[in-house]
């Protein structure tokens, strides 16, 4: 099969480790730096041109797109649907899953659990939405964060509002979470592939952050998920309308609770357990890209 990558860091570590991995199995595989790649529309006739040529042949795609470029890299995406060319990740996955409010709106009707949350963007009744997620301390979130970067932990009833006005000012959509204090810190990662958790780990923060995330110094250990939080992840994944997802949970005291999915999770759950993820997505590409590309059923 002819295989293409695409992805903005050739020399990433999960970029590298797909190509290893395709090659291995015998694959034709390239790198495509989707944020150089430019469209062209015109009738019927869909192309992708990137460094001076149009790419053509390809047999599956497998879309690794960075947070910050989420819309060009899924309307390139995009256009190798409208070419019928098969992909681990559909282009409508890729924008539902940086969304934290669609994603949460989605995750609480596919019944998995979650934390209390409300949405607010301006509204003068800030101690009214306080009292929904039950007061202080709540998690405040924007809407478009990553990387831990854009979650406060506001302790007291006065920073919170404080951290909603502030919020308010600039115009940005944001999420009160009720605070699950009982995970400490922790988190976990569930890799999914293809309905199934291939990998799994637990992020412990750095010192005294709330934030597990690795990113934000965060350290990964093996963890062994429970059936619950298994059949959780498998669930979260589905809801989202992602066959590779990487699921973030808390644990609580009323079992795991759905934070987000990442549509391009990170391959450090790799080396934190010694699982060969890059090669369930490969083996998982391999079978799908014969039966052909999948109809998105989430519909939201
Ligand atoms: N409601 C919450 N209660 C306790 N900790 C939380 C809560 N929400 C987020 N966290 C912590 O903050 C981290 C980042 O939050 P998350 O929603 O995953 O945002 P990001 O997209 O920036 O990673 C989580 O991994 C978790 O450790
Ligand atoms: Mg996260």
């Known amino acids: 099969m002819k295989i293409a990558i ?9 970029t590298t480790r797909l190509v290893e991995q395709a090659k291995l199995r015998g694959h034709e595989v390239t790198v495509i730096n989707y944020a150089k790649c430019f469209v062209t529309l015109e009738q019927n006739n869909p192309v992708v041109n990137y460094g001076g040529e149009i790419i053509t042949d390809i047999d599956a795609i497998i879309p690794r797109i960075s947070a910050n470029l ?18 681990t990740t559909s282009s409508i996955a890729i924008v539902r899953a940086r969304d934290k409010l669609r994603s949460m709106q989605l995750l ?4 998995v659990g979650i934390p209390k949350t409300v949405f607010a963007r301006e509204t003068a009744d800030y101690e009214g939405v306080l009292e929904q997620v039950g007061g202080a ?3 405040i979130k924007v809407a478009r964060g990553t990387h831990g970067t854009g979650v406060v932990l506001a302790e007291t009833r006065k920073a ?6 502030a919020f308010n000012v600039e115009g940005v959509n944001f999420l009160v979470q009720e605070y699950i204090a009982e995970s400490k810190g922790s988190d976990i990662r569930a890799f999914v592939v293809n309905g199934k958790v291939v990998a799994s780990m ?5 010192d005294d952050d709330f934030r597990s995330n690795l990113h934000q110094g965060g350290q990964g250990e093996v963890v062994k998920l429970t ?8 669930k979260a994944a589905k809801a989202m309308g992602l066959t590779i997802a990487g699921v973030d949970m808390l644990r609580s005291d009323r079992g795991p609770l759905v934070l987000e999915v990442n549509a391009s999770p990170g391959f450090g759950i790799e080396k934190v357990t010694g699982r060969n993820v890059a090669a369930s997505i490969i083996e998982y590409t391999e079978h799908s890209a014969k039966t052909g590309r999948r109809k998105d059923k989430v519909g939201a």
Request: no cysteine; net charge positive; aromatic share 8%.
């Open 137 to 139: 301390p709540v998690i």
């Open 6 to 14: 695409l992805s903005k860091g050739r020399k990433n570590y999960s």
């Open 160 to 165: 919170a509002l404080a951290v909603m006005q």
């Open 108 to 111: 609480a009707k596919s019944g």
């Open 227 to 234: 059936d619950i939080e298994r059949k959780t992840a498998q």
């Open 202 to 206: 637990m992020r412990n923060s750095n």
């Open 70 to 87: 989420t819309n060009y890299g899924s309307s390139i995406v995009r256009q190798f649907e409208m070419q019928n060319v098969f992909t």
